[in-house]
């Protein structure tokens, strides 16, 4: 089934015959792995993450949350703050739900703590409750109770011009957690 | 003598090769793939197969990764190509690998018929020359559902031909014709439909010919076929019949190939090396074909499709009224028909003269011959023809100054906003902005009354008819120009169903339309 002279051949020429049978089924294999390796390098580079075109000017500034006047009564509220970013071919929307407490000026992120659902306010218990895995937090936004680690986390705000202002994204400031 | 090739000792042998070839078909591959022994320029003309296995590998790895960017809607189709060819990675490389492996693959698939043919193989396995006529006719589907998706000047046309062609057969055109588009005009349920049969439907379909062809339908005579050499018919005897071929991967070898399978196989990848080489160079000089947004064809725009399309392009020049859709699908249908049929047709000719055998391949060499000079005269024409060759070359320059100008991502939309959100803040917010002024712009009445129908409440545009936001940029279109073409739309080029306002608005009208129109961004 192999070469017809190989009947003829001696063991010298068997090893040299090896060889070549060797190299027949290499040099194909190799070809193939160049190819692929060519398409993989380029499919690397092709679907390499895109970075927003987020400039100083989209990170880390105050955006509004809500005019002083709004503040009023006891009961938390929900806002959200979004940021608007060139994101490959579109613009995406960046949204991070917040709680503002009217009475204190403080500003909460809504974003569980344990693995980023956001919370919601139940008035007749008088907490926040993450609907993921049931982690609860006090009117405060410190944990009651639940898998979160911590409480929810304060973000930095400042009243401006009559405006709550909270500072988004809040990545280089170190998290402040709510305690007790 | 087979002895030096099947029972090598197992000592001699690197592990990882016997793993390789115990734990993987690899072997079995191989012998469905890589044709049985022959010598010299035979054994070359024969490597046509790994080239259909390296451009079919080639047009589903690119098709891939273009689908990780690309967005099937109509709002979106356009950017997001323009996306892949001007902002990402290597993006205009691949999109060409994948044009230029789309033309390459039907001219492949069709020299391995002929050589099928030449040989005789079709009547010997019929089964195996029923899938490499299928393949063909899937490949040339992919070719014709791919140019909608990029929805560029050519994919309008394209597919507005598709619909004309379908829609003109006989007795179920009109109804064919509504399931193609999936609605009443062409509209982004036509673009969903065509991206589902391009990236799921054909893909899968010509996936399992190829596995079907492969490893399921077998002809009766592959072994005996196999084995055509004296030397190995004899060892077939020999060794008391070889194993099954389903069996051979449990072989404790590393690889029972014979010497002839190997040397064919390294002819193979020689071929392929250097035509992916020769490719890659090809898409890396040349980036494939992206017009207009099918959103503002150009009235003076030439279609002219991939070079795989130019014969039947060149045919339907010359088809009149019902004829064209004959042309266009029935006569393609017809031809591979004949193709499929082939080894029943061809039967007889088994014990007739060499000439007799040879008698199908030079019909289908002499049908490929025609194909090509079709081709070629419809270059030529365009060479020719002083018109299409400056306008064609105007659309080249065109092409050219969008890929240098930068990517302009698309505006947001405003309405996904989530419930709680009572405060928004934008950053970009100019194009929002240019929106709401528009909204707030409110046309004039005669717009309203004859103009909005097909243009849109706001200029917007209803599919297939041109939105008008933003065409101010455009060539031509100032608002002397707009009130000459709302007087004369003819002497612009452009054709029903926009039709004359001349006698049917006041020019205090017209004035106050080509200056709200001009204003639209």
Request: aromatic fraction near 0%; glycine fraction near 6%; hydrophobic fraction near 35%.
């Given at each position: 089934m192999a070469d017809r002279d190989e009947t003829r051949h001696d063991k010298a020429h068997d090893e040299t015959d090896r060889g070549r049978r060797k190299f027949l089924l290499l040099a194909p294999l190799g070809v193939g792995a160049g190819i692929m390796l060519t398409l993989i390098t380029a499919a690397a580079r092709f679907l390499r993450p895109q970075v927003t075109s987020a400039t100083g000017a989209t990170t880390n500034q105050w955006l509004p949350v809500a005019p002083l006047a709004e503040l009023t009564g006891t009961e938390p509220l929900a806002r959200t703050v979004s940021v608007q970013q060139e994101l490959g071919w579109t613009q995406v929307r960046e949204e991070h739900p917040v709680i503002v407490l009217p009475r204190e000026q403080r500003v909460l992120s809504a974003v569980c703590p344990h693995e980023g659902c956001a919370v919601t306010w139940r008035a007749d218990a008088q907490e926040f409750l993450c609907p993921c895995h049931d982690s609860h937090f006090n009117s405060a936004g410190a944990r009651t109770s639940g898998p979160a680690a911590r409480g929810l986390d304060q973000l930095p705000s400042q009243v401006e011009n009559g405006v709550l202002k909270v500072r988004w994204p809040?990545?280089?400031?170190p998290n402040q957690t709510v305690n007790g | 003598m087979s002895a030096t090739d099947n029972t090598q000792p197992p000592a001699n042998t690197q592990p990882p090769a016997r793993a390789f070839a115990c734990w993987t078909t690899f072997d079995e591959l191989v012998r469905r793939v890589v044709a049985e022994p022959e010598r010299g320029a035979r054994a070359w003309l024969r490597t046509t197969a790994g080239l259909v296995v390296l451009l079919i590998t080639l047009q589903l790895f690119t098709g891939l990764l273009l689908a990780c960017y690309y967005v099937p809607a109509a709002d979106d189709a356009h950017t997001t190509v323009a996306f892949i060819e001007k902002a990402v990675g290597g993006g205009a490389w691949l999109r060409a690998l994948h044009a230029d492996g789309s033309v390459l693959l039907p001219c492949v698939l069709v020299l391995h018929l002929l050589q099928q043919l030449w040989r005789g193989a079709h009547r010997r396995r019929p089964v195996a020359w029923l899938g490499s006529v299928a393949l063909l006719a899937l490949v040339f589907a992919a070719g014709g559902t791919g140019y909608t998706l990029a929805w560029d000047a050519r994919a309008y046309y394209t597919t507005h031909i598709a619909e004309g062609l379908v829609g003109g057969l006989p007795l179920i055109g009109g109804s064919a014709r509504l399931w193609l588009l999936g609605g009443p005009v062409i509209s982004t349920l036509t673009l969903s439909r065509f991206f589902a049969l391009h990236a799921l439907v054909l893909p899968f379909l010509i996936l399992t010919t190829i596995v079907a062809r492969l490893f399921i339908f077998r002809d009766q005579n592959t072994h005996d076929a196999s084995a055509a050499t004296p030397d190995e018919a004899q060892s077939a005897q020999t060794t008391n019949a070889r194993p099954p071929l389903t069996t051979s991967s449990l072989s404790p070898h590393p690889s029972s190939l014979s010497f002839w399978l190997r040397a064919q196989l390294a002819r193979n990848a020689v071929v392929v090396g250097i035509v992916f080489i020769v490719l890659a160079l090809y898409a890396a000089k040349y980036p494939a074909p992206f017009g207009p947004s099918a959103d503002s064809v150009p009235a003076d725009y030439l279609p002219r499709p991939g070079a795989q399309f130019l014969w039947l392009f060149e045919l339907l020049k010359h088809a009149a009224g019902a004829s064209a859709s004959f042309i266009g699908l029935v006569l393609p249908g017809l031809i591979f028909a004949l193709l499929a049929l082939a080894p029943w047709l061809d039967r007889?000719?088994?014990?007739?003269?060499a000439w007799r055998r040879r008698a199908p391949v030079l019909l289908v060499g002499l049908l490929s011959l025609l194909v090509l000079s079709l081709t070629a005269l419809a270059l030529f024409d365009d060479a020719h023809d002083p018109r299409a060759h400056d306008q064609l070359a105007r659309q080249t320059a065109a092409e050219e100054a969008f890929r240098r100008a930068p990517f302009i991502p698309q505006r947001a939309r405003?309405?996904?906003?989530?419930?709680?959100?009572t405060q928004t803040t934008n950053t970009t917010n100019a194009n929002t902005q240019n929106v709401n002024s528009n909204m707030n712009n409110a046309p004039p009445a005669a717009y309203t009354q004859n103009c909005a129908k097909c243009h849109g409440a706001h200029g917007e545009g209803v599919r297939p008819n041109p939105k008008l936001i933003g065409i101010a940029e455009q060539p031509h279109r100032t608002v002397a120009d707009i009130i000459a073409i709302l007087n004369d739309p003819s002497a612009y080029g452009l054709q029903k169903p926009m039709t004359s306002f001349a006698n049917k608005l006041t020019d205090d009208e017209k004035r106050q339309l080509a200056e709200w129109i001009e204003g639209l961004k």
């Open positions: 809040a990545t280089t400031e | 007889r000719a088994q014990a007739a003269t405003t309405s996904d906003m989530s419930g709680t959100a």
